[in-house]
């Protein structure tokens, strides 16, 4: 058991797994396999609580997962059928031993886990200092134990307890905890920050993600905002934070995807899998979505038609790879609709008192549905008055919730922190609405959108063609291990796709990769390029809008002349770039608005193959967090 003292400062715990068990199972055997499904959203430290004896024991330890269970191996916790876990993802406060998961009370009879932030911890630990409580540290979540310790020796109900404790908080936060003198329960407590419920039977789940329970269970509950919960073997309670039942307001459904989605299926790393199954992801995201008769049938874009038909404006908020998504999203929209479409960061999104109002269609895009930045984005939009459409990939989650419809891509999970499925996915996604919005608007007649729909169909088989060819690339990103720089440059659609290549090197190879406009070259970044610099340039179909491929095969032989190596991703037959290509990745024929479904393709592949070259952890690198639930 592990409860020692923390160093000063501040900690706290943003974005991390918790899984929460009542059943007839060890608890620890279903909390630390659970864990395992988590760590993606944190791995800085790990630990466990399990009521057993009429007691409680914990162990927590800095690091990844496996450091808690060798933690384990050598001093085991004694066997018990409640418990709860956490994996965390550290802000402030280093990630050690001290601040990991769970905090106790005192007389270590209470035991919480915590993911959020509680803002005013520092009130609330001064008045507890004041009526004589010791806390060890100075974390948020420590706060709760204590709070929670307090008002269980008045009511001697633990859910109630929770409710309390909760109406005193501020902030962003899940919360789950037990005490040992209610075995065989557990409570949670949801504000902003992801929980669900797996109900299974004999047994019941409480988990940030569904991946922690569906190897046992694919029945799920949405828990919603300021809602608490209160799990038995054989009952799952839910109330507001006011204790009003919410039972009718809560929304149950059946997980479509099941255990071997949620493994690695024989591949070293997550990464390749996700990579590997992109065929198959388009391919879902796709279906049921286009009738007999090639129009769309967007049934979930519940904006009524009168609603889009009036839209002036359309504005893409989104992070990270889903943003490069975004971008790409921008010359779709515009050119099937005419309707002037921006992307903007997240992140930038509000501070700049946007101009929105109800004519303006906002599209928040998101992998994981709990990233803050697009979260605060989305609500300020709402607030404005603009119709929130969410393109998302997690059931239930709070983007979607929050939104006025939703869009989900059919990736199925997505474990690894770099996006891969989960970007064609999102492309897809966008390609599908702006057609839609095409459609209703009457700017993309039936039979255009027709055929549009119909390269799109072909478009899992090219990205299946592209994979089949892909040694060379891995080949060559071997070569270039010990390199520094690679950057990476494209035109029109091809930009973003630069970036987002430049952004997988970045995130798992921690390599300097920068991607740029071909044509902003001669505008400074040129004078980066030196002899040998690797250079990866995305280059638009030679037939159609040849007046782009011509531009970008001028930009290609300005920098060879300057002694870059040059990696050109090119449109299989693309005679006209093959002399200036000292590496030539060729990539099947699409229409240009299509072709970063099939060029991004091999940029993740090429990153996942230098990190695992420069001996880097592919699935987990360092510093980030698959899902970032912090502004
Ligand atoms: O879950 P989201 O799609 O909202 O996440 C957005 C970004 O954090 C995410 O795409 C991030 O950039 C990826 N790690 C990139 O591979």
Redesign the pocket.
């Given at each position: 058991m592990t409860h020692g003292r923390r160093p000063p400062g501040r900690t706290l715990h943003p974005m991390c797994g918790i899984v929460g068990y009542v059943g007839g199972q060890s608890a620890l055997d279903v909390v630390l396999a659970g864990l395992r499904r988590l760590e993606y959203r944190g791995y800085d430290s790990a630990g466990v609580a399990v009521l057993a004896d009429g007691g409680l024991a914990a162990a927590k330890k800095a690091g990844k997962l496996a450091n808690l269970e060798k933690e384990l191996a050598g001093r085991p916790l004694p066997s018990g059928a409640t418990g709860i876990g956490h994996t965390r993802w550290a802000t402030h406060g280093g990630p050690t031993d001290a601040n990991a998961h769970p905090h106790l009370d005192n007389p270590g009879r209470v035991a919480v886990v915590h993911n959020g932030i509680i803002e005013n911890f520092a009130a609330l630990r001064a008045e507890l200092a004041e009526r004589g409580h010791a806390l060890e540290s100075e974390t948020d979540t420590e706060v709760v134990a204590h709070l929670l310790s307090e008002v269980f020796s008045s009511c001697g109900d633990l859910a109630e307890s929770m409710r309390q404790v909760c109406r005193r908080l501020e902030g962003a936060f899940t919360l789950v905890a037990v005490h040992a003198d209610e075995p065989d329960v557990v409570v949670g407590a949801r504000r902003n920050s992801p929980l669900v419920v797996g109900v299974g039977d004999g047994e019941n789940f409480l988990a940030s993600d569904v991946a922690a329970f569906i190897a046992h269970t694919r029945e799920a509950i949405e828990l919603g905002q300021d809602q608490v919960v209160e799990l038995r073997r054989d009952r799952v309670t839910v109330t507001g934070f006011d204790g009003t039942p919410a039972d009718d307001a809560v929304r149950a459904y059946h997980v479509d995807w099941d255990a071997s989605a949620a493994e690695k299926g024989g591949y070293d790393y997550f990464m390749l899998k996700e990579i590997a199954e992109q065929p198959r992801a388009v391919a879902d995201t796709l279906l049921g979505r286009i009738d007999a008769a090639g129009s769309l049938t967007l049934d979930e874009v519940r904006i009524p038609a009168s609603v889009l038909r009036e839209v002036d404006k359309v504005v893409i908020v989104?992070?990270?790879?889903?943003?490069h998504a975004g971008m790409i999203a921008k010359y779709a929209i515009e050119h099937w609709t005419r309707i002037p479409c921006e992307t903007e960061l997240a992140s930038e999104f509000r501070y700049r008192d946007p101009i929105l109002d109800q004519r303006t269609l906002v599209i928040a895009?998101?992998?994981?549905?709990?990233?803050m930045d697009?979260l605060m984005a989305l609500r300020h939009a709402r607030e404005q008055g603009a119709n929130v459409l969410a393109i998302c990939?997690?059931n239930g989650s709070t983007?979607p919730r929050e939104s006025d419809a939703v869009l989900y891509t059919h990736a199925g999970p997505e474990v690894a922190?770099?996006?891969?499925k989960?970007?064609l996915t999102?492309l897809v996604a966008c390609y599908l609405v702006a057609l839609y919005l095409g459609q209703v608007r009457g700017t993309k007649w039936g039979d255009e959108v027709g055929s549009v729909v119909r390269e799109l169909s072909e478009i899992a088989g090219e990205v299946e063609e592209v994979l089949e060819t892909m040694e060379p690339v891995r080949e060559l990103a071997r070569s270039l291990a010990d390199k520094n720089t690679v950057l990476f440059l494209g035109r029109h659609v091809g930009y973003p796709v630069a970036l987002e290549g430049a952004?997988?090197l970045k995130?798992l190879a921690y390599m300097h990769a920068e991607g740029f406009a071909a044509g902003e070259l001669k505008h400074g970044p040129i004078a980066l390029i030196e002899d040998d610099l690797p250079v990866v340039v995305v280059v638009p179909s030679p037939r159609g809008r040849s007046v782009l491929h011509d531009k970008i095969v001028s930009n290609i032989q300005e920098i060879r002349a300057r002694g870059a190596r040059t990696i050109v991703i090119a449109e299989r037959g693309d005679e006209a770039v093959r002399p200036y290509a000292d590496h030539l990745i060729e990539v099947p024929p699409t229409p240009v608005l299509l072709q970063p479904l099939v060029a991004t393709v091999p940029l993740q592949v090429f990153a996942c193959e230098l990190a695992t070259a420069r001996g880097n952890e592919v699935d987990q690198p360092r510093n980030?967090a698959?899902?970032?639930t912090v502004e």
């Open positions: 989104a992070c990270g790879t889903a943003y895009i998101s992998q994981s549905g709990e990233t697009t990939n997690t983007i922190v770099a996006s891969t989960a970007f999102q952004l997988k995130e980030l698959k899902s970032v």
